[in-house]
């Protein structure tokens, strides 16, 4: 599987940005999928998850009731829709996938990465 993320760009806080990640290869719909960030001089983390069957969704708490994640199946791509945006959201977010697995929050869990794209969040 390949991964493509797009959609990120410069926004004033409480602004939205919504974030996509296109997936090529075969069985795409049998993945897990999840959004990770990472701000200059931090680790990356955690940001949300949805498994493989699409029905369970895993948030980290900074982002639960602001950001939605989902998944078009027959598009091929997840969304990262992200709310009431605030300058500590600024990071490069990457999209990955697992196959047949849970909505986890473990980045190691995630074999394949797709390339960053950056969210910049102005106050």
């Known amino acids: 599987v390949q991964l493509q993320a797009s959609g990120g760009g410069l926004v004033q806080a409480g602004g939205s940005l919504r974030l996509s990640c296109a997936a090529s290869?075969?069985?795409?719909?049998?993945?897990?999928m999840a959004w990770f960030r990472q701000a200059p001089g931090k680790e990356r983390e955690f940001v949300a998850a949805?498994?493989?069957?699409?029905?369970?969704?895993n948030y980290a708490d900074s982002v639960k009731g602001r950001f939605t994640i989902s998944r078009d199946n027959v598009k091929n791509t997840v969304v990262l829709q992200m709310n009431s945006l605030k300058p500590e959201d600024t990071a490069v977010y990457y999209c990955?996938?697992?196959?047949?697995?849970?909505?986890?929050?473990?980045?190691?869990?995630?074999?394949?990465w797709g390339q960053g794209t950056q969210v910049t969040v102005s106050s």
């Open positions: 990955a996938a697992q196959s047949l697995g849970a909505a986890s929050s473990d980045s190691i869990r995630y074999y394949y």
């Open positions: 290869g075969r069985a795409y719909s049998t993945y897990a």
């Open positions: 949805l498994d493989y069957i699409g029905s369970n969704t």
